[in-house]
């Protein structure tokens, strides 16, 4: 049996956000508070992460999570990597280091950005920075008990990872899917995909193009993530077809094996 929890599930300034507040978002309805974009997938034996976002900590903590078997990114904007350093609690928890899976411009970018994650604690030492095995990402690997597909998409001014993990996807921060990515969804059960706004967009989905991705690919559940403030839940819910829903902080959705 396969699990995804939603961590996560604003744009990048989340919501409420600085500039804009709730925007169009009830702040009466809890469901309209979302934290920057990340998710877990679980097993019975494995527990993989899916970006560090800004929030990381609280997410972890609000999860109960202190042991990861991996962590995958989708690319390095910040509200997908900053809270990186947040790993270095889990690893402290853990005692040891774990993989962080990434393309190679990634995983470059981490190495250039966050220099200081990179190379072993020296032995005797305390745990003072996060332990992080790089590895470059694969087309089709395994993580303990979870087979991982990865797979190509556009994001407008950059290419980003989408992530298949048996009858789940995860795609975010997209804007087109090449015909390679669609073949890699196909026969998908879940589908948890962004769809930052209901206006057109240049570097992200929005609802109309994200209906139509769904409609051909055909997942029993699809859930909306990376939402801006324009995207009230309620508001949302009741123009969705059957099988769509929006995504909420904290959701657990459950799969098939």
Known sequence: MISATILGCGSAGGV??????WGLCDPANPKNRRLRPSILVESETTTLLV???PDCREQLLG???ARLD???YTHDHADHLHGIDDLREVNRAMGKPFPVFGSPDVLASIRTRFAYVVGAV???QTIYKPML???ELQPSFTVGDIEVVSFDQDHGYC??????FGPLAYSTDVVDLPEESFAALAGIDTWIVGCLTLAPHPTHAHLDKVLEWIKRIKPRQAWLTH????LDYQALKARLPAGVAPAHDGLRISLPG
């Open 51 to 53: 970006d560090t976002s």
């Open 122 to 124: 020296e032995e005797g």
């Open 133 to 135: 095995d790089f590895t």
């Open 227 to 230: 939402m801006t403030p324009s």
């Open 16 to 21: 409420p956000s600085i500039s804009r507040g």
């Open 63 to 65: 999860a109960g999570i």
């Open 159 to 164: 290419r980003t990872t989408g992530y298949r």
């Open 70 to 72: 991996g962590v995958l």
